[in-house]
């Protein structure tokens, strides 16, 4: 057999043995790995929540914000500290804003945008308010290290009056730039 020939002949039955095993590229996979997380409290963790409080009548220490073990939660009136003793909590039809409520920061890794999500049903609408307005499509970016005051906005039109335990999702998400 001419060697030429039989160079040829092996490499393209080496090139037909390569396309026919493909070229390592994978369809699905499942593999397990380990994973460590940590879980903080509130004020612990890359996205720290912290209850403002003021000062009340006395000089006491007194806020709407509180710690309620690892989270931070919040009574609308508030205690009895500070607080009118005669009000109840807010009015039927109406909209509030309670400023400085709580203080949210930025310990992680890369700027984040804050905003809130409210997906109850008792309230028109619950969401988070800063001294520039209810956060919403302008959602302020928190730099690493950097915080903001926040409170909340009640919108209270077509509730009844009653005791009411809802939940606000406060969400950071990073800043690629775009808004709502």
Known sequence: MNRRRFLAGAGALAGTGSLALGTGAFTSVSAERSVSIAVADDFRAFLRLEPIEAEGIGGERVGRSTTAGSEVAFDIPGTD???????????????????????????????????????????ADLALV????????????????????????????????????????IVAERDGGNRD
């Open 81 to 123: 500290d500070g607080e009118n003793a005669a009000a109840g909590g807010v009015g039927v039809d109406s909209v509030y804003e309670f400023h400085d409520l709580l203080e949210v920061v930025n310990q992680g890794t890369q700027p984040v945008a804050i905003y809130s999500e409210y997906d109850g049903d008792a309230l």
């Open 130 to 169: 800063t001294d520039q307005g209810v956060v919403r499509q302008n959602r302020p970016v928190l730099a690493i290290g950097e915080s903001l005051a926040v409170g909340l906005y009640i919108d209270t039109t077509g509730a009844t009056t009653g005791d009411y335990d809802e939940t606000l999702q």
